[in-house]
């Protein structure tokens, strides 16, 4: 069993990093309606699109050794990801629902790609920090 959440959460990263990606450059292509609510979503998403790429890569070249260390880095990082992206999520959500005078259609569907994509990559990284917790648990 401790096998199956090992893979499986090994191929994760990729899916968060390509909708954290996604997110990243909806916002940065998107009207900025309101600056510290965009900013926010941003440094979540980038900061989380480098962590976890960096984690993932360096889980595929084996640098944690099966150690439990890497376990709880693992389940900490995940947990935090998770509260961070749903926080970016909400405000984004909350901007994207304020702008609806004084910008065009356009730029009102670019930002409700951004936040369908923030809460699909909230989901991804609460559905990872869920299993973390579980295999940190058993360690």
Not at 9 to 37: Q, Y
Not at 54 to 64: K, P, S
Not at 109 to 123: D, K, Q, R
């Amino acid at each position: 069993m401790r096998h199956i959440y090992s893979v499986s959460l090994k191929w994760w990263g990729s899916e968060r990093a390509v909708f954290g990606g996604l997110v990243w450059i909806l916002i940065a292509s998107s009207l900025v309606p309101m600056p510290l609510v965009q900013g926010w979503v941003m440094f979540v998403s980038v900061f989380c699109f480098v962590a976890t790429t960096t984690l993932l890569v360096l889980y595929i070249i084996g640098a944690h050794g099966g150690e439990a260390s890497w376990v709880t880095l693992d389940a900490a990082y995940h947990c935090t990801a998770a509260l961070f992206y749903l926080s970016a999520s909400v405000l984004e959500a909350l901007a994207t629902i304020q702008m609806y005078e004084g910008f065009t259609y356009r730029q009102y569907h670019e930002n409700i790609s951004a936040v369908v994509f923030s809460y699909v990559a909230t989901l991804l990284y609460v559905a990872h920090a869920v299993f973390s917790l579980i295999r940190w648990k058993s360690s």
